[in-house]
């Protein structure tokens, strides 16, 4: 079993990358919170594994953190959700926020992700809500309010109107979400903050 890579990262996409360890390279699927983590090409790298097994297939998922591992974990152990399916979910909501979001029944929220229906967002939560709560850290952040998903929704046209493409719009929403530390913002705030930040 793979734990850990430590090499060189000699490629990357929001999707995946690969990382060379003593001449060989390995190929690791990643979700897009980890792609904002990871430095530039040719850099070193310490990736956090999980090592996929299957009859028909071997696959490693990397995570700069592990708490997202963690989550990652919680994600696949949830009936009907595989690792495929939990990359995207951590593509599409921070690992902080996705605990606050299980623990509060914030059903709208996570349904706005891609490729969770209703029925796959009330598993999650009725699997993971204790679960999640345990987490280290999670008494610090489950307290914090999460961003209404309307108001997210109507930012991320915002910026869709103003020219980003949707993985841009969402890649810096989720980024002023986080610096946010969960407080309150206005639309306009968060618009505002959003341009700030593309502008880096």
């Not at 914090?144 to 890649?171: I, V």
Request: proline content about 4%; glycine content about 8%.
């Amino acid at each position: 079993m793979i734990t850990y890579l430590h090499g060189t990262l000699t490629r990357k996409t929001p999707t995946e990358i690969t990382v060379e360890v003593h001449g060989v390279g390995y190929a690791v699927h990643i979700s897009l919170s980890t792609y904002e983590q990871l430095p530039e090409p040719d850099s070193t790298v310490k990736v956090l594994t999980y090592h996929h097994i299957r009859e028909d297939v071997q696959a490693l998922y990397g995570f700069m953190r592990e708490n997202e591992r963690e989550m990652f974990l919680m994600l696949i152990g949830v009936s009907g959700i595989g690792p495929r399916m939990a990359q995207t979910i951590l593509s599409g909501i921070r690992t902080e926020e996705l605990v606050r979001t299980i623990t509060h029944s914030a059903l709208s929220t996570l349904t706005a992700i891609p490729g969770v229906g209703r029925k796959t967002a009330e598993r999650l939560i009725l699997e993971l809500k204790d679960r999640v709560a345990k987490m280290e850290g999670a008494e610090k952040i489950i307290d914090l309010p999460t961003a209404p998903s309307a108001l997210r929704g109507e930012a991320l046209n915002a910026l869709l109107s103003l020219g980003f493409t949707r993985d841009k719009a969402e890649q810096t929403l989720r980024a002023v979400l986080y610096d946010a530390n969960g407080s309150a913002l206005s639309l306009e705030e968060l618009i505002k903050k959003a341009l700030q930040h593309s502008s880096r």
